[in-house]
């Protein structure tokens, strides 16, 4: 987009532009659309499509042969070249991005004297961060301008990194400048993109004062409400005032943000905003809108611009519930009002805290003293067991959560309101979940429990039934009823008939009142799991983790292996794993983990439950880390050259050798092609056929055959080397008779057409030899000396197939005497 000149004075009009790609090809692009401004500008719009060859960083540049005469801070303006650059950042790890929109002209005037506003009312449609920053005007290949200088101040001329506002306080000078600034745009910390804005700026000396915009300011509007502002605007000098917005929200294609101007008079001008926002607008960085007052001075129009800041942010997840256990807390809560949240994060702390959400904060402040409990993804992914990450939540605490949701920019919703609670003791009190036989299907489980005092039983009359319930899992969420218990003093059983070797179980004891017309429960029943162990193999060692929820605390866990003839105990620990080294590999070892605890508050001790029986035998099924690989083209020997570091330097010890994988487009699955030993050589060339284009990585192999992740994948274009002498002397003298190329390699074809100063074409050929004598192709005379233009499109093998590469120059033909 840019922006010109209509008069009155004569100016210089571009149907097309040349614009340079940053991957060696440049191409004319076509204007689509003028629309033509107040104060004779006019806006041009052009438009083309343009394929990569793959990822990378590329500098798009766009020239224009001169600039406006007189401009005061850039040196003979007139003949320098005008140039606007941009940095397009091609990385499939960031995903799709758009470049930013600007959407306020660059077309207001200045008055000397007063402070002068600029904001380019930059909307990114992704909703990455940018960032502003003042630059120097450029000149051609994009290079700062020689003897640039920055327009005379009174104060300051500065651009508000934050907001884009750039703020020239003041001119002190009447004439024509030139400002640019630059505009980057931020994803997860990462630059991923810049693009720059040059305009020019006219000082005028004037008695005329610019009006004053009052009522802009940052705001915050609940999805699916409405957001409502009143703009106001006076003139000092009783002008008439028009108003105007500009920005992101009012060119959405789907609830437009909606600007009227509903009064003016002489001197005021009152407008307003309605904005019906929805789900789909929220996002972590707010929306920027560019308030604009212009009087309708007859001398000089001047203006006054004003930022409104609008965030929109979603409603807080409702319904939260909390429903204690002897162990664990069970959360759930109702899907969050926008289906396009991605998670939520379930936030925890010891006690209650009073909170009055301020309708411009997301997320929960950390000052309340919450700690992340846990993070589920998912927008109907609403239920979340708080056991402490398996180490159990402690009786007698109170224990309040909040739930926010969260989206995939980094936004937060509204923290939820805050719903408290407290462990169930629960009883009969177990004491027993062990594994006593391990099988898949004949395994048995030993259960116990205290009988219940004759306080607990509350003056029941019996008689009394123990209800016992069995359930797949680790926290008791789908209990069946496996067996009842009629006497009140026997407090123990032993499930049996069931998967102990590879199945987790939980279980409930109910203690019922069973008198004829008076049945009820007793209480809450308390739920325990037994131990539930898993053995991983690796090298010359087995690591052993555990699971459990258990209503006591365990103290300890002891270790007991048994290598085939008895079983002993290796080791204890207070952790939830457990690695036992030192092991002979192709042996099988089988362990059984005992954890030790109690009811503290109780003064119960010494309760001890067991594990089922687990094996493994020890191997190295660990894959080395992968490599970092880079690699780089070297046209003169037409091969590409790969190195990476040495892993066994860095992450692992048992690298053995590496293998190279190759594709020679850009998408596709990845070949091996090579492998490469020892682990100390870390240097591979590779020489293609075809095309130096393709995609590499390499990944890590160990003695025993683990390959690590594929490297990072890194893509090369084929080497760009085809170009066109600008001279030849075709006279006879068997000294540069031809027209021939530079030196080159791997061109399928070529389209070469050359031109003569009147336009007339004179040669063409899809030989990439060329080999033209000089003669015209019409009459088969030989042209006249002079300077010939040409256009040529060059087909080459990239990593996107076979792509034209477009040249356009100047070939000098020249005549001397032949001499004998």
């Not at 929109?101 to 961060?129: C, M, Q, R, V, W």
């Not at 640019?180 to 994803?187: D, F, G, K, L």
Request: hydrophobic share 35%.
């Amino acid at each position: 987009m840019t922006y010109t000149s209509t008069g009155p004075e004569p100016v210089a009009d571009r149907p097309k532009l040349e614009v340079q790609f940053g991957d060696g090809t440049k191409a004319d692009v076509n204007r689509i659309e003028e629309v033509y401004l107040p104060d004779y500008y006019k806006r041009n719009k052009y438009v083309c499509d343009h394929t990569y060859p793959g990822p990378g960083t590329y500098q798009i540049l766009m020239e224009d042969p001169n600039r406006n005469r007189y401009v005061k801070n850039i040196p003979n303006s007139v003949n320098v070249v005008f140039s606007i650059k941009s940095i397009l950042i091609i990385n499939p790890t960031i995903g799709r991005n758009s470049t930013p929109e600007l959407l306020n002209p660059p077309i207001d005037k200045a008055a000397l004297g007063y402070t002068f506003i600029h904001n380019p009312a930059a909307f990114d449609p992704d909703g990455d961060s940018l960032s502003y920053k003042l630059a120097i005007c450029t000149a051609e290949s994009g290079k700062e301008i020689t003897g640039y200088t920055f327009p005379p101040f009174s104060d300051s001329l500065v651009v508000n990194e934050r907001t884009g506002d750039l703020i020239w306080a003041a001119p002190t000078e009447i004439g024509k400048y030139n400002v640019a600034m630059t505009i980057e745009e931020w994803r997860n910390g990462v630059r991923i993109g810049r693009i720059l804005r040059d305009m020019q700026i006219e000082v005028y000396e004037t008695t005329n004062k610019p009006p004053v915009i009052t009522g802009a300011g940052r705001f915050c509007v609940m999805a699916g409400e409405t957001f409502n502002t009143e703009i106001r605007a006076t003139d000092p000098n009783n002008d008439s005032i028009k108003l105007q917005a500009t920005g992101g929200p009012f060119s959405l294609e789907v609830n437009p943000a909606v600007f009227k101007q509903v009064v003016s008079t002489p001197g005021l001008a009152v407008g307003t905003i309605t904005w019906k926002t929805d789900c789909t607008l929220v996002r972590k960085q707010p929306y920027l809108m560019i308030i604009k007052a212009k009087d309708m001075n007859s001398q000089l129009q001047l203006i006054d611009s004003k930022n409104i800041e609008v965030f929109v942010q979603s409603p807080p997840v409702k319904n939260l519930k909390a429903t204690p256990a002897s162990s664990f807390v069970t959360v759930s809560w109702d899907p969050c009002e926008c289906a396009n949240a991605t998670g939520y994060r379930i936030y925890r702390r010891t006690g209650s805290v009073s909170y009055t959400r301020d309708t411009c904060r997301t997320g929960l402040p950390p000052e309340l003293g919450y700690q992340l409990a846990g993070e589920i993804q998912g927008h109907t992914n609403t239920l979340f067991i708080d056991s402490n990450n398996g180490l159990g939540l402690n009786q007698a605490t109170d224990y309040c959560y909040r739930v926010v949701a969260f989206f995939a920019d980094g936004a937060e919703s509204w923290v939820s309101d805050e719903i408290c609670t407290r462990l169930v003791r629960g009883f009969p009190l177990l004491i027993k979940v062990s594994v006593s036989k391990t099988d898949a299907s004949s395994g048995e489980m030993e259960l116990a429990w205290l009988k219940p005092t004759a306080e607990q039983l509350g003056g029941a009359p019996g008689p009394f039934i123990y209800r016992i319930y069995r359930s797949e899992g680790l926290y008791a969420q789908n209990p069946v009823l496996i067996d009842s218990v009629m006497n009140l003093d026997k407090t123990v059983y032993t499930d049996k008939n069931i998967n102990t070797l590879n199945s987790k179980w939980s279980y409930q004891v109910e203690l019922w009142n069973t008198q004829p017309g008076n049945r009820f429960r007793i209480g809450v029943p308390q739920m325990a799991s037994s131990v539930f162990l898993q053995v991983g193999a690796f090298h010359e060692a087995l690591k052993l983790t555990y699971e459990k929820n258990v209503p006591w605390v365990n103290d300890r866990y002891v270790i007991y292996r048994n290598s085939g003839t008895k079983e002993d105990s290796v080791g204890q620990t207070t952790e939830m794993n457990y690695l036992d080294r030192g092991l002979l590999e192709g042996v099988s070892y089988c362990y059984r983990v005992k954890s030790v605890g109690g009811f503290p508050d109780l003064g119960i001790s010494g309760i001890m439950n067991y594990s089922q029986t687990g094996c493994a035998i020890p191997v190295d099924t660990i894959p080395p880390c992968p490599p970092i690989l880079v690699v780089a083209s070297v046209c003169d020997s037409l091969g590409n050259h790969l190195t990476w570091n040495n892993v066994n330097d860095s992450c692992c010890t048992d690298a053995a050798k590496y293998r190279i994988y190759y594709r020679n487009t850009a998408e596709g699955d990845l070949i091996r092609i090579d492998s490469v030993t020892p682990a100390t050589k870390t240097i591979f060339w590779h020489y293609p056929d075809k095309t130096m284009a393709g995609c590499y990585a390499v990944t890590a192999v160990d003695s025993v055959g683990n390959e690590s992740k594929v490297s990072n994948i890194v893509c090369v274009d084929d080497c760009i080397n085809y170009s066109i002498p600008n001279v030849f002397t075709p006279n006879g003298d068997g000294l540069n008779d031809w027209l021939k190329p530079n030196p080159y390699n791997r061109v399928e074809k070529i389209d070469l057409k050359i031109f003569s100063r009147w336009n007339v074409l004179v040669f063409q050929t899809e030989d990439p030899n060329i080999n033209w004598d000089g003669k015209n192709m019409i009459n088969g005379k030989q042209v006249p000396a002079g300077v010939y233009y040409y256009v040529c499109s060059v087909y080459e093998r990239r990593l996107t197939g076979t792509e034209p590469r477009y040249l356009t120059g100047f070939v000098h033909v020249l005549y001397s005497e032949v001499k004998h």
